[in-house]
């Protein structure tokens, strides 16, 4: 059973997100339609679905060019109306910021989704699952062999392999999407054993075996350059933070009880340093969502990524903005989660108000 | 906290610094690259750099996508140089004809002594001419064979003659080299059949070649040729795609990178720790304001705003500097800030302070500020290479600068023109060695920097 505190937190905290979500977006809008881009996009979006109906529609054949014009007109004046575009941009703002919060992103003007429509919300949501399953993926296992690695290194303090590890830090600053042009260069280029991009075979495998070998495959280069983009100085920063810890007074007693080592580890130095571990881990999964937008355009990934990528080179506006929603959505929804967690590790706040 | 007190603890602080060894590897690599930037600047001016990258006019006789020269060590052979011979100062001899046409003859030579083929041959014409003018060239062979390439019609006064993709011309070679060593198992390409040995090895016959035109002028006439003998390597850093000298852009890279990275670094850590500042030592509805930025900061999505940004609006360098900037002041940094700025508050010497009357700009500037800043200071070297990397990743969408050239430029015009698959290694390899060269020099200092203001960490 959950604490009342608990559950308080959790509804305050969805409160304000959902406010700075809000607002986000609200500013997102607005920086778009500094030049009327927004509008534009609208009202010709509009005007095409008028003209195409009236241009299609056999009940108005008969008519010549100009009458057609004309019901266009009029048909297009009543729909600005009705959705509020003619009034002034104060106003109009806010229906833009409702279709957006909802997630009725328009339509967009070159890119299809997969099943062919042209609708914004479609195309993204068809991305999304890629580039969780990717990078997603990667940051986990970034995370959990950081903090394995962190652990080891930091008991065999001084050691040659830890003396390596500090000297090879710095090159975590490297981005993974560098490591992913040179690990392209040596796998594909040079020793011809790994697929260079993509996310399976063509023509895609039939088998759901195959299918997923192949995938699979295709993941083995985009992971590795993250993965080797954070080892260092993930292992390095892990190492120095958990020594810190080590030294203090509790330990050295649980030590001197004769506790085996992992115990020590487990009881006396991960759990005082959780909380602070999970803020590594929830900044690592909020810059995963932007990291992946250069490291998709390397590795030609069919993700959220590179959707805005071939959205900005086209362009096509409405993606663009479609994006910027929804990434705002989903670093909301990062944010609540990884609160959420906290929340549960952290006992001050599980007892706080209960 | 007189001052000499002061700077002696910032010399001990570097003395310190100075101790490590890393440190002094990433100061080394740092001061390399100010030099190379000094040298840049001083060497070609930004307007001549900016102009020579975007035409594509002037470099028409450089070799395209050639390797640099220092890539002959791994082949272990000498690869060819770009020739140039003009007609220039060399006497074409004319022979009076009637009703006033002369019989032109001119032969232009030049010593070959590559170990392996020229990849492009192309004849740039200069002439005037009434009416049409028709051109026999002929190519003459070290070992003194003669043979007639083709008749080329001048279509305009500046024509070019490239021989390198002439189909005809290339069966012509292959029969003549069959009819020499019988049939080849290699392809005959135009270059292949004018440069090789007769023999059954694909092997490049050294020596003295010669090209000659022959042609009939009317009166008024004139006629001058220049043979470019493209070569396999060019310069320090080779060329691309376009033909441009990669160096040009290799060099400005890094002033840039540098420059870029370095502004956005402290601008950002400065700022927002003037923010964090005074929203811990205002508190009230300031501190909650600043606090409501921050939170909605974080659900902000930092690239795909500036994607929207760099798209929607026809922006420079400094815009996306500026929006960079924007986009971070806000950051999580500042609640620390904060949190020891109210504690600073309630010290002694800022109430002594108070005492006296100071104003809060005095207080925030003079006795705060200074008070929080060391240990922000390696924070914000160890943020340059994040600020390096992200204007690169930006030129390697396309988002860049329009007209500077950039690291990440060339990395994206390499990514896009397929130089991973076919293998022009030295177009990604050399910017990216930069990029890398200038993050890890900032990286070593930071992390140094970081032992030394970080007690804890100094014996680890």
């Known amino acids: 059973m959950l604490p009342k505190g608990f559950l308080k937190f959790i509804v305050r905290r969805s409160l304000v997100l959902l406010t700075s979500l809000i607002i986000a977006v609200y500013i997102s809008i607005m920086l778009a339609n500094f030049g009327g881009l927004i509008d534009e996009m609208v009202k010709a979006d509009l005007l095409t679905t008028i003209t195409m109906n009236i241009r299609n529609n056999p009940a108005y054949a008969g008519l010549t060019a100009s009458e057609k014009q004309k019901i266009i007109d009029t048909l297009y004046q ?23 919060l909802t997630l009725d992103l328009g339509k967009a003007l070159y890119l299809t989704s997969d099943s062919g429509s042209k609708q914004v919300r479609l195309i993204i949501m068809e991305k999304l699952p890629q580039t969780i399953m990717l990078f997603t993926t990667v940051t986990i296992i970034n995370f959990f062999l950081n903090l394995l690695g ?12 830890d003396r390596i590890v500090s000297w090879l830090a710095p090159t975590s600053v490297i981005p993974g999407w560098v490591y992913g042009i040179f690990l392209i260069l040596v796998f594909y280029t040079w020793l011809h054993i790994l697929p260079p991009g993509g996310m399976v075979d063509y023509p895609p495998p039939k088998d759901p075996f195959l299918y997923f070998l192949s995938v699979l495959r295709h993941m083995i280069l985009p992971m590795l350059s993250w993965i080797i983009s954070g080892l260092f100085l993930g292992l390095y920063s892990n190492r120095t933070f958990f020594l810190i810890f080590s030294t203090e ?21 991960l759990r005082p340093t959780l909380p602070s571990i999970i803020t590594g881990f929830s900044l690592a999964i909020i810059g995963s969502w932007s990291g992946a937008i250069i490291t998709e355009t390397v590795f030609d990934w069919p993700g959220l990524g590179k959707l805005l990528a071939q959205a900005l080179s086209l362009p096509d506006p409405p993606v663009i903005v479609g994006e910027v929603v929804i990434y705002a959505w989903l670093l909301t929804l990062t944010v609540l989660i990884l609160d959420v967690v906290y929340a549960f590790l952290d006992p001050r706040i599980k007892v706080w108000g209960g | 906290m007189s001052r000499s007190k002061h700077a002696g603890g910032f010399r001990n602080a570097l003395k310190e610094v100075f101790s490590y060894k890393s440190a002094l590897i990433g100061i080394a690599i740092l001061l390399l690259l100010v030099c190379l930037s000094i040298y840049t600047i001083i060497t070609i001016p930004l ?46 001899s004319e022979t009076p004809l009637e009703d006033g046409k002369r019989a032109f003859s001119l032969i232009l030579f030049f010593n070959y002594d590559y170990e392996d083929f020229p990849p492009e041959i192309i004849v740039f014409f200069n002439s005037s001419y009434s009416e049409k003018l028709t051109i026999d060239v002929y190519w003459i062979r070290p070992d003194g064979e003669e043979i007639r390439l083709k008749r080329h019609t001048l279509r305009r006064p500046d024509d070019k003659l490239y021989l390198s993709n002439d189909l005809g011309l290339e069966l012509q070679l292959e029969r003549l080299v069959e009819s020499k060593i019988g049939k080849a198992n290699f392809t005959v390409t135009v270059e292949r059949g004018l440069f090789m040995e007769y023999s059954k090895t694909l092997r490049v016959l050294k020596g003295r070649y010669g090209i000659r035109f022959e042609s009939v002028l009317n009166a008024g006439d004139t006629l001058e040729a220049e043979v470019v003998v493209y070569g396999l390597v060019y310069g320090l850093a080779g060329t691309d795609h376009l033909r441009r000298p990669l160096i040009i852009g290799l060099l400005w890279g890094t002033p840039i990178a540098m420059s870029f990275g370095l502004a956005a670094s402290i601008l950002t850590t400065v700022l927002s720790l003037i923010i964090g500042t005074i929203s811990g030592w205002y508190g009230g509805v300031i501190d909650s304001v600043i606090q409501r930025a921050t939170e909605i900061n974080a659900v902000l999505p930092f690239l795909p705003i500036l994607i929207l940004l760099t798209t929607f609006y026809r922006i420079d360098i400094f815009v996306i500097l500026l929006s960079i900037i924007l986009l971070n002041i806000f950051s999580l940094g500042i609640k620390s800030t904060r949190i020891l ?18 104003s809060n700009l005095r207080l925030i500037l003079l006795y705060v500020i200074p008070k929080i800043m060391p240990p922000v200071v390696p924070a914000m070297i160890s943020s340059v290479p994040g600020f390096v990397f992200l204007e690169a990743a930006l030129s390697f969408l396309g988002l860049g600068d329009p007209f500077l050239p950039t690291w990440g430029k060339i990395i994206n015009d390499a990514y896009t023109h397929g130089a991973l698959y076919k293998g022009f290694y030295y177009w990604i390899l050399e910017p990216a060695f930069l990029l890398i060269l200038c993050s890890v020099s900032f990286a070593l200092i930071g992390i140094a920097l970081e032992r030394t203001v970080n007690p804890k960490l100094k014996e680890l």
């Open chain 1, 78 to 100: 009543s729909a600005l109306e009705a959705k509020g575009l003619n009034t002034p941009f104060p106003i109009r703002s806010l229906y833009y910021l409702k279709d957006s």
């Open chain 1, 150 to 161: 962190g652990l080891i290194l930091a008991r065999r303090y001084g050691s040659k392999i």
């Open chain 1, 249 to 269: 007074d509790y330990v050295e007693v649980a030590r001197a009880k004769g506790l085996p080592p992992s115990q020590v580890d487990s009881r006396y130095v």
């Open chain 2, 47 to 92: 307007p001549e750099a900016i102009h020579a990258w975007r035409s594509s006019e002037i470099w028409s006789k450089n070799p395209r996508n050639a390797q640099p020269e220092w890539i002959e060590i791994f082949y272990g052979k000498k690869l060819p140089r770009t020739i140039i011979v003009s007609s220039k100062g060399i006497n074409a």
């Open chain 2, 341 to 358: 700025v109210m504690q600073i508050k309630s010290y002694p010497y800022i109430e002594a302070a108070q005492a006296y009357g100071a």
